[in-house]
């Protein structure tokens, strides 16, 4: 059977009926309301007269006290004499006269340079204050001051027949204008004060004077009334007493460093409060008898439903808490004949329980996806960068709370770039993985690790007692290491360097803290890796340094300031020019010519050394266009290459692109590569020299001897030339150890059809010996030093003919 609809509205048209009778009670209150407003406008209204009254009065005294001294200062003529000695003597004549007559307390009468020419009593600051004013504003000045009594000072400036001009100054009572007020307004008035302080109760007031002693006293002090005197000043207060009810307002006067000094105004509403009290209560009866029979005739009608919305308002709850289960249990649908909007309201609220049962379920699954994304690393599983910011800025702000330190570990895995390289990402990613699983190993529960990025991870170490117990978490961090890793069939041997940072300061930044510790750990790695750091603050000196130095070499190179300088190379048989070696040459527009020894370590791994050695490869090209047209067609230029250029993939690109473009040979150019780069990984080096060897290009292996010499990796390197560096060269004749080790590494590269050349050769003796012991190549100062790129040109018309040098050594 379908039940019948009524709606909700209907079952409300009884309550409307009731409605009607509510207007009633809402005549009843907008009645009292206006019954209150006329009482609210009744005590601004009295407040607002007395506050007029008393500028009135005031104006009034003000202006009856200075057209008395001006009336003064005519009668005695003061503008036909010289000083003012007369008007200071009759002044002090008329004293007692302005004391009866004009409630005056005090004169004074004082000069431009401050001196009194009359005075009843010493003149205190406020007037001395004023009267200087006066003079500088050349007009009366007017002032309230309250003391243990209120007076109002009145300053008037008179001029003589010289110009000079003198100030009469008065204090006047206003015992006068109090009882003037008091007629005209028709309320008791009263000066009061108060200690100038906050929270001032009414009671403890002190009387300056009143137009109705015995009253005041009564509504001040006997009524011991403790209503803060701020709240009198915004509302008024009413107070019973036998007599009747009084209203009081204050009005502010005067301030001074002790108390501030208010006038009260004083109202009898005695009258006003009984009619108001009788008209209250009859409405309030009436509204009483109103509101018993609506409610009486409201609870038949609405509670059957209201009990249901009351039910479903208390249920609905459950559904913000999650309790869906609970929810559901309570029995909220009604069993009638016709449904309503409370029904339909009833079973949407069941079907929404489900959906929201259904929804919670996917957000909580999203919201834990989405956290692991934001705050994990999804490949380690170790928190990530967003995790590390919000617990190393948790930990800073405990500083001050517990007196305790924050230590920040940065890890860097030595040498990751080759397994990536080698073996694949593939591979990349499970050893970071197991990287990972050995740094949790490593350290304690109270530590966390994060990964910051690539194979950097970063610790932050929780609870250390000091420096020396981080070194030992980052000495287990590194034994850890030691072990190598396993990884299917693959061993690898992975170290890590670390930078330590450490701190108590309560201001540090975190930025700062995972910047220090990314600074020592670069000097860990400088200093050959598998060890930690400490940052101490030169690091961060030699940093900046380094920054200030790219940003000055990138400036130099938009600014065309580097050049080069070209060293010849001399056939050490018959003085024939074989090449020339192109040196780096910086003319700072500040510190002149800067040595190649003091930029180029600093700067040799950095992104601006590759683009610094790419434009000196360029410049070689360029040169040698402009060598070839002055002859000298079959010479080579000997190119330095930076270990990061050496390794850059870009490197063959650009090369062969130069020789394209130039038209020339790879045979004309030679790399030359030091020890050091080519020890760093020498199955790498191998691959890159094979590359460019397959262009045409020869190379050199520059100041041998001085670091990794091994036969072992020469033979299996595809070299040309070996330069005998220049430190051994200088002391042969005098050192016979190096003498024997030149001799040796001759014989060693003879042996394995190498090419020698010798550098830093500077005398005939040097020369010759070399020559004699089967050097080929002879670089050096005998010859030459290295010449300017400007200056080339010239030298190649000074210094050569045919191709062979015009002065062969002796």
């Known amino acids: 059977m379908k039940k019948v609809f009524i709606s909700v509205p209907t079952k409300l048209l009884l309550l409307v009926v009731g409605a009607l009778l509510i207007l009633s009670t809402g005549f009843s209150i907008m009645s009292l309301t206006r019954l209150n407003q006329e009482f609210e406008y009744y005590q601004a209204e009295n407040k607002q007269q007395g506050e007029i009254q008393f500028n009135i009065?005031?104006?009034?005294?003000?202006?009856?006290?200075?057209?008395?001294?001006?009336?003064?200062?005519?009668?005695?003529?003061?503008?036909?004499?010289?000083?003012?000695?007369?008007?200071?003597?009759?002044?002090?004549?008329?004293?007692?006269?302005l004391q009866l007559n004009q409630n005056v307390e005090n004169v004074w009468l004082v000069d431009q340079k401050e001196n009194l020419l009359f005075s009843s009593i010493n003149i205190p600051d406020y007037a001395a204050n004023t009267v200087k004013a006066t003079f500088q504003a050349q007009e009366p000045q007017y002032q309230l001051f309250c003391q243990f009594l209120c007076e109002q000072l009145i300053t008037v400036p008179l001029l003589n027949k010289r110009g000079d001009m003198v100030v009469v100054a008065m204090t006047v009572s206003l015992v006068d204008m109090i009882y003037a007020i008091n007629q005209s307004v028709k309320s008791d008035i009263a000066i009061v004060s108060y200690a100038n302080k906050s929270k001032r109760t009414f009671n403890r007031a002190q009387f300056v004077s009143a137009s109705n002693t015995q009253l005041v006293k009564s509504l001040f002090v006997d009524q011991a009334n403790q209503t803060y005197v701020e709240e009198v000043l915004a509302k008024g207060l009413q107070l019973d007493i036998q007599s009747g009810n009084y209203l009081v307002n204050l009005l502010p006067l005067a301030i001074n460093s002790e108390r501030n000094f208010y006038m009260a105004i004083i109202d009898d509403v005695t009258a006003f409060n009984v009619q108001f009290s009788e008209y209250r209560r009859q409405f309030l009866l009436s509204s009483l008898l109103i509101f018993v029979t609506l409610a009486i005739l409201v609870y038949f009608v609405s509670s059957p439903f209201t009990r249901r919305l009351l039910l479903l308002s208390n249920v609905l709850p459950l559904l913000a808490r999650k309790e869906f289960d609970k929810f559901r249990q309570v029995e909220m649908k009604k069993t009638g004949?016709?449904?309503?909007?409370?029904?339909?309201?009833?079973?949407?609220?069941?079907?929404?329980?489900?959906?929201?049962?259904?929804?919670?379920?996917?957000?909580?699954?999203?919201?834990?996806?989405?956290?692991?994304?934001?705050?994990?690393?999804?490949?380690?599983?170790?928190?990530?960068?967003?995790?590390?910011?919000?617990?190393?800025?948790?930990?800073?702000?405990?500083?001050?709370?517990?007196?305790?330190?924050?230590?920040?570990?940065?890890?860097?895995?030595?040498?990751?770039?080759?397994?990536?390289?080698?073996?694949?990402?593939?591979?990349?990613?499970?050893?970071?993985?197991?990287?990972?699983?050995?740094?949790?190993?490593?350290?304690?529960?109270?530590?966390?690790?994060?990964?910051f990025g690539g194979d950097e991870f970063v610790v932050i170490l929780g609870q250390v007692d000091g420096l020396k117990q981080a070194q030992e978490i980052a000495d287990n961090i590194l034994a850890q290491f030691k072990e190598?890793?396993?990884?299917?069939?693959?061993?690898?041997?992975?170290?890590?360097?670390?930078?330590?940072?450490?701190?108590?300061?309560?201001?540090?930044?975190?930025?700062?803290?995972?910047?220090?510790?990314?600074?020592?750990?670069?000097?860990?790695?400088?200093?050959?890796?598998?060890?930690?750091?400490?940052?101490?603050?030169?690091?961060?000196?030699?940093?900046?340094?380094?920054?200030?130095?790219?940003?000055?070499?990138?400036?130099?190179?938009?600014?065309?300031?580097?050049?080069?300088?070209?060293?010849?190379?001399?056939?050490?048989?018959?003085?024939?020019?074989?090449?020339?070696?192109?040196?780096?040459?910086?003319?700072?527009?500040?510190?002149?010519?800067v040595s190649p020894d003091d930029f180029i370590p600093i700067l040799e791994n950095s992104e601006h050394m590759i683009d610094l050695g790419y434009w000196v490869i360029r410049r070689c090209f360029e040169l040698l266009i402009e060598m070839r047209k002055k002859g000298l067609t079959d010479i080579r230029i000997a190119i330095n290459l930076s270990a990061g250029q050496f390794i850059d993939n870009n490197l063959p690109h650009y090369l062969q692109s130069l020789l394209t473009e130039f038209e020339v040979s790879a045979e004309s150019f030679e790399l030359e590569l030091t020890e050091q780069t080519l020890v760093k990984d020498i199955d790498r080096a191998i691959e890159m020299m094979e590359n460019l060897r397959e262009l045409g290009f020869s190379f050199a292996i520059d100041d041998f001897g001085t670091g990794y010499s091994s036969l072992a990796y020469i033979k299996k390197m595809p070299v040309d030339v070996i330069k005998i560096d220049k430190s051994f060269v200088f002391g042969m004749l005098e050192n016979y150890a190096d003498y024997q080790i030149i001799m040796s590494t001759i014989a060693m590269v003879k042996n394995l059809g190498l090419q020698v050349i010798a550098e830093g050769v500077e005398s005939s003796a040097q020369l010759r010996s070399l020559t004699e012991n089967g050097c080929d190549t002879i670089q050096g100062y005998y010859f030459s030093k290295p010449v300017p790129e400007v200056e080339l040109l010239e030298f190649i018309d000074t210094k050569l003919t045919g191709g062979y040098w015009k002065t062969k050594a002796q």
């Open 484 to 593: 190598p890793i396993k990884l299917g069939s693959s061993i690898f041997y992975v170290s890590t360097s670390i930078g330590i940072a450490y701190s108590e300061a309560e201001l540090v930044k975190a930025e700062e803290l995972i910047s220090h510790a990314d600074i020592a750990m670069y000097e860990a790695k400088d200093g050959g890796g598998a060890q930690y750091h400490v940052y101490h603050n030169d690091m961060y000196q030699r940093v900046a340094q380094r920054v200030m130095l790219e940003g000055e070499v990138r400036q130099a190179l938009a600014k065309n300031q580097f050049s080069l300088s070209l060293q010849p190379q001399i056939c050490a048989k018959n003085n024939k020019l074989s090449g020339f070696e192109a040196l780096l040459r910086w003319q700072h527009p500040e510190r002149g010519m």
């Open 337 to 451: 004949l016709v449904t309503d909007e409370l029904d339909i309201l009833t079973d949407a609220s069941l079907e929404l329980s489900y959906e929201l049962e259904q929804l919670n379920l996917e957000v909580e699954q999203k919201t834990k996806e989405l956290e692991n994304i934001a705050m994990y690393d999804l490949l380690t599983g170790l928190p990530n960068r967003n995790m590390l910011n919000y617990q190393l800025r948790k930990a800073i702000v405990n500083l001050s709370k517990y007196n305790q330190n924050v230590t920040v570990l940065f890890l860097d895995l030595d040498d990751f770039k080759k397994v990536n390289d080698s073996h694949g990402h593939s591979e990349g990613d499970k050893l970071l993985i197991e990287a990972a699983n050995r740094v949790r190993l490593s350290i304690r529960n109270v530590d966390i690790a994060c990964r």
């Open 57 to 97: 009065q005031s104006a009034n005294l003000r202006d009856q006290i200075r057209t008395w001294i001006e009336s003064f200062s005519d009668v005695v003529r003061i503008k036909e004499q010289t000083d003012f000695t007369m008007l200071a003597k009759e002044l002090e004549q008329q004293f007692d006269a």
